[in-house]
Each structure stands twice: as C-alpha cells, then as structure tokens.
C-alpha cells in the first residue's frame, strides 16, 4: 500500500496537518483514496482469511493474520520419511527454548528406534551403528539447526556449524575418520625400482616418460645433423585397490648419440602402462617422437619429433611435457645439448662436430592420502 499525500502536496511524503485557524493556516486536505485504499486493503486481507467483513468488529484484521500465518505452516502430518515414520500426534519434537534438549527428546516419541539408528549412523559415522543416547540424538539436531549443543539465539555462522562438526577433535583426525584428503605425497623415479605406496594413500596420479632420442653427429664441415625425438608422455589415475602392495617401475635410457642416434628406452610401471622411447636423429632428419600404450582413460601424449638439420645449423631435440630437448651450438665447439630428464631428446651436432645423448626417463607419483 503507497502512502498518499494531502491534495495540493508538491512532496510524495509530505505529512498530514490540522492547520491552525488563529494564524489563518489552513488544514491539509484529505484526498478520498487516503481513506478508501486502507480500508479496501484490510478488507480484502480479511476475506482471504475467509471471514466476513463485519460493521462494528474491530479485531477481524487480527483475526485474519492469525489465520492466515497459520495456514502456510507445515504441520506434522502421517507418513514415512526414510528411517523416521512420523504419526501425527506421537512423533513430536518440542522446543521451549530454542533449543533441543536432552530431556525434550526423552519425553517424546522422538527417542524411538528409528530416530536413534539414524542419530547413531549420522552421529558415528558407521553404516553398522543401531544405537544412540538421547544427548547423541540432541547433538545432531542441534547441529543441522546450525546450533551449538547448548544455548539459544539465531542461527550461528558457519565456522560456528564447522565447529560443532569438529568439536575439539583435531582437523587431521577428522580428515582420517572421514576418509577425506589431507596430505599430498609425492615419489620420483628416476632409476628402476619399486613403487610402494604409502599406508594412508588413496588415490595416485602417476606420470611417466620415455626415454629421449640420441642426437645425430655431424658428417662434416658445415653440414648440421638432426636432434631426437622426445619420450612418450603418460598419465593415469589410480586408487590403492588398483596399485595393491607394489608395482614394478622401469625407468628407460636416453638414446646416445652417433652417425645416427641411437632410440630411448621405454619406462614402464607394471600394470599401468608403457612410456616408449624417442627416435635418434639421423644425418639429415630428426627422431620421432615416443609413442606410448595406455588404458582407456589414460591420457596419452605422443612425444615432440627432434628437427631435422637446417642451412649452417642442426636440429634441436624434441620435448614432453617433462622433459626439454637439447638444442644446438652455432659456434665451436658446435656440439649438440643434451636432453633433459623426463625424456627430452638430444641436439645435433654441427660442423663435424657430435650430436647429444637423450635424456633418461622419468616417473613422477603424486599420492593423495588421509594423513
């Protein structure tokens, strides 16, 4: 309902005034709708009540808020919701104070043994629990009001809510007991060996890389070899149960370099899949990439191809996403670079001068555990 103002008001909200005829001010005039609009809109909310408008009766508006707020409340009705079959009339729930306490519980049907299976499996955390005592019960529902277990008011905030989850346990305990991540590990291959994972591992992201082509020599003045190919790049994800107590790791060789490189070795991790070397470079060309063999879901990179030779210069080695090729020398001694580690190919030589070997390959396990 808009405010009306007197007739004549250049102000929406100028206010209403009596006058005063001893100083010949006169009083505010009163438009018809200032009086109608009101009385209209109180009659209307009164017969949406469903009451009659009466003359004389002057606590229908009351009446009819009451019986309106009333009918948009949701009372407890027959039915069954999951583990708590409610009837109407048994199964209550009382608050005096704002909040639930355990001697409300106790003195109502809430307390059956539904209501204390479910308390003692959202309470415990256990799919097993079939008990649970009035306080358990006045906890949980205390807490998914977003209340403390003691105490009234609005609801709290939400560190509060976090807080009555928690309680005085540590965080680090709460992460293990709800089987949620709380540390990262991570294990590095670069040799063979055996991949063991850690006790409270969960999950692993495991990476791996073939070896890197070797890089060509040189097969005279002037005239520039080709680098080598990079390793394949690998990456899957595995849980505890598909790793089980070790896996075999294989870590694959850079290829050398020589009249043509020589290929990268293949890194494998028993189980999961293979990372396949690069090719060697060769007088004019450069390596191939690594390719690589995977399960459905892995994610698969085929290794960056070495570049061939090109006018008074040699190729640069390829790359992966963990390794970098070696590149190339344009003055003496004109030898190629090396690969990096993680399967980067090598560089080519220049002007008589030798290519690089490859870079080894690698395996990266980054654990994600509970603590």
């Not at 001697?103 to 097993?128: S, Y």
């Not at 540590?170 to 294990?187: D, H, K, N, P």
């Not at 061939?308 to 390829?318: C, E, F, P, T």
């Amino acid at each position: 309902m808009k405010y009306i103002p007197p007739i004549g008001a250049t102000d929406p909200n100028e206010s209403y005034t009596t006058g005063n005829p001893a100083l010949g001010i006169p009083a505010k005039a009163v438009p018809h709708e200032a009086i109608e609009h009101p009385m209209r809109e109180m009659e209307y909310a009164i017969q949406q009540a469903g009451i009659t408008p009466e003359h004389g009766n002057t606590t229908q508006l009351y009446a009819a808020l009451v019986a309106i707020a009333t009918s948009v409340a949701t009372p407890l009705s027959d039915g069954d919701y999951g583990d708590i079959t409610v009837t109407a009339g048994a199964t209550q729930m009382i608050i005096n104070d704002g909040v639930v306490g355990t001697d409300e519980l106790a003195a109502n049907a809430a307390t059956n043994a539904k209501m204390a299976k479910m308390g003692a499996r959202t309470i415990k955390g256990n799919q097993g629990a079939s008990t649970a005592d009035a306080a358990d019960i006045a906890v949980l529902v205390n807490q998914a009001v977003g209340r403390r277990s003691s105490g009234s008011g609005l609801l709290q905030s939400v560190s509060d809510l976090g807080w009555d989850l928690i309680g005085s346990t540590t965080t680090g305990a709460v992460c293990a007991a709800l089987g949620t991540i709380s540390v990262i590990r991570t294990q590095i291959f670069t040799a063979s060996g055996t991949y063991t994972p850690h006790a409270n591992m969960v999950y692993c992201v495991i990476e791996m890389t073939g070896g890197g082509g070797g890089g060509a020599n040189s097969a005279g003045s002037q005239i520039g070899a080709g680098g080598g190919g990079a390793g394949a790049y690998i990456r899957a994800i595995r849980t505890k149960a598909d790793i089980g107590a070790s896996r075999a790791v294989t870590i694959g060789a850079g290829g050398n370099n020589g009249a043509s490189g020589t290929a990268g070795g293949n890194t494998t991790v028993a189980g999961v899949g293979t990372a396949n070397g690069g090719g060697g470079g060769t007088t004019n060309n450069g390596g191939n990439g690594g390719t690589g063999s995977a399960t459905s879901g892995d994610i698969l990179l085929h290794g960056g191809d070495g570049t061939s030779s090109v006018s008074y210069g040699a190729g640069v080695g390829g790359s992966n996403p963990l390794g970098q090729g070696g590149g190339n020398q344009y003055l003496t001694p004109f030898t190629g670079k090396a690969g990096k580690t993680g399967g980067g190919g090598g560089g080519g030589g220049y002007n008589t001068a030798n290519g690089a070997n490859g870079g080894a390959g690698l395996v990266i396990i980054t654990e994600f555990c509970t603590a």
